[in-house]
C-alpha cells in the first residue's frame, strides 16, 4: 500500500517534481534538498512519528541520516513548500477532489498549540507562567501556529499555518495567514469561519477587501451585540425544525450601530438546541431521557439567502469544529502532529507543512482510491502502508527524479 500512495503521489499531482524546487540556506550541499524532503515525506506518509522511528528502519542509510535531515530542516526555505502545497491544491480543485461543503466553499481558521515542556525552548517559544500547589512559580515553553483549512464532508483540506510569534496573539497571526491565503488561493473559499476571537473588525474588512465574507462566534465579551441580539430574540418568532434527535429554535436578526469598530450592519444568528440524550438514572439501576440545551451565536456580513435557509445556514455556522475534529484532533492523534522533530521555528513548521501535503494526499487517495471493503478505517490502512514501507529495501527507486 505504500508503494500504491506514492505512485498515486507521483501520478496526480508530481509531488516530488514539485518538491524538487526547494532550496535551503546550505552554501555548497553534498546531499541534494529533494533527498532530505523525500525522507520527510517517507516518514509522513508511513507514520513513522519521530527521526529515531525513521533511522532504524533498514531502508534510511539510501536516503540520509537523522542528523542531516534536522539540520536541513532547519535551513528549508518555508515559502518554496507553501508553493508546492497551492501546486496539490490546484491539481485537487481542477480535478474537483475538493468538493463545497452545503453548496459554498467554507474555510475555517483556528489556532492550535504544540507539544509543552518545562524544559526544552528555543528564541521562538512562547511562554507562559504557572503556579504550583506549594506555591512555587515555574514556566512552561511551547509553539503554537495558526491554521486554515477548507471544509468538507468527507476530509478537510489544509491550506497554510502560520507560526505565533512570542508575546503575539493568535489574531495577529492569523491576520498574516488570512492576508497571505487570499493572495495565494483567491478563490479557495467565500466564507471564513473563526471562534470568538475573530470577531475583530480588521479581519472583517479583510476580507471585505478580497470579496469575502466572515462568520464568527458571538459570546458575551461583545455586551452591546450580544445584549440587543437576546432583547430581539424576545421579541420575534424562532423557525423551530428538527434534526435527528436535535429540535432547533433558530431567529435571525439584522442589527446595526451595535460594533462600533466595524460601522456596518450585520447578521447575527441565534440558535437553541435542545438534544434528547439517554443517560443513567441516580440509582444506576435503570435508563432515562434527559434534555440538553445549548445556546449558539453567530456573527456574518452575510445578508440575503446566499447560505439558503436557515437549516443550511446553522450547519454551515457549526462546520466551524471540522478544525479540529478532522484536523488538530486527526493529525495529533493519528499522524504525531505533536511531535518536534527539531526544536527549531524553521524546522517545525517545515514538517508540519509536508505533513500536511501528505495528510490532504491521503485523504484524497482513502476518499476516491479505496475500495477494497476490508479496509473500513485511516487507521488500519495506515498500518498496512507502514508495514509495506518496513518492508521494502530501497523505497527510494519508487521515486522518477535523479537523486
Request: with cysteine.
Amino acid at each position: 500500500m505504500f508503494k500504491r500512495i506514492i505512485k498515486y503521489a507521483i501520478k496526480c499531482f508530481g509531488l516530488f517534481e514539485v518538491l524538487a524546487y526547494v532550496t535551503d540556506r546550505r552554501i555548497k550541499p553534498q546531499i541534494k534538498t529533494i533527498k532530505i524532503l523525500t525522507a520527510i515525506v517517507f516518514i509522513h506518509i508511513a507514520n513513522l512519528g519521530s527521526l529515531h522511528s525513521f533511522s532504524q528502519n533498514k531502508s534510511a542509510k539510501e536516503l540520509a541520516s537523522v542528523s542531516t535531515i534536522a539540520r536541513v530542516a532547519d535551513k528549508v526555505d518555508i515559502d518554496s513548500i507553501r508553493e508546492a502545497s497551492s501546486h496539490v491544491y490546484k491539481i485537487s480543485r481542477a480535478k474537483k477532489m475538493i468538493e463545497p461543503y452545503m453548496g459554498k466553499y467554507i474555510a475555517i481558521v483556528d489556532g492550535h498549540e504544540l507539544t509543552v515542556s518545562d524544559y526544552c525552548k528555543c528564541s521562538h517559544c512562547r511562554r507562559r507562567k504557572l503556579k504550583t500547589k506549594n506555591g512555587s512559580i515555574k514556566y512552561q515553553y511551547y509553539h503554537s501556529f495558526s491554521a486554515l483549512i477548507l471544509a468538507g464532508d468527507k476530509y478537510s483540506f489544509v491550506l497554510d499555518i502560520e507560526p505565533i510569534a512570542p508575546g503575539e496573539s493568535e489574531v495577529t497571526s492569523a491576520y498574516r495567514l488570512i492576508k497571505r491565503v487570499c493572495q495565494n488561493y483567491p478563490k479557495a473559499f467565500k466564507v471564513l469561519i473563526g471562534d470568538a476571537l475573530y470577531l475583530n473588525a480588521k479581519i472583517f474588512k479583510l476580507l471585505e477587501s478580497h470579496h469575502k465574507y466572515a462568520m464568527a462566534v458571538l459570546k458575551e465579551e461583545r455586551r452591546q451585540l450580544f445584549e440587543e441580539a437576546n432583547k430581539l430574540s424576545l421579541l420575534s418568532k424562532p423557525e423551530i425544525y428538527q434534526d435527528s434527535k436535535t429540535t432547533y429554535r433558530v431567529w435571525d436578526h439584522t442589527i446595526g450601530g451595535c460594533w462600533d469598530g466595524y460601522g456596518r450592519n450585520v447578521r447575527v444568528i441565534v440558535s437553541e438546541e435542545t438534544t434528547i440524550k439517554r443517560v443513567h438514572s441516580k440509582d444506576g439501576k435503570s435508563w432515562e431521557q434527559k434534555s440538553v440545551v445549548c445556546n449558539w451565536m453567530w456573527v456574518t456580513n452575510i445578508t440575503g439567502s446566499s447560505l439558503g435557509d436557515l437549516k443550511n445556514t446553522v450547519k454551515i455556522c457549526h462546520s466551524r469544529w471540522q478544525i479540529e475534529n478532522k484536523c488538530f484532533n486527526e493529525t495529533v492523534g493519528t499522524w504525531k502532529a505533536d511531535h518536534i522533530y527539531r526544536h527549531s521555528k524553521n524546522a517545525i513548521i517545515a514538517f508540519l507543512l509536508l505533513l500536511f501535503i501528505c495528510v490532504n494526499i491521503f485523504n484524497i487517495f482513502c476518499a476516491r482510491n479505496i475500495k477494497d471493503k476490508k479496509i473500513k478505517t485511516k487507521v488500519y490502512l495506515i498500518a498496512q502502508i507502514k508495514a509495506e514501507f518496513y518492508s521494502l529495501k530501497r523505497p527510494l527507486a519508487l521515486v522518477p527524479i535523479p537523486i
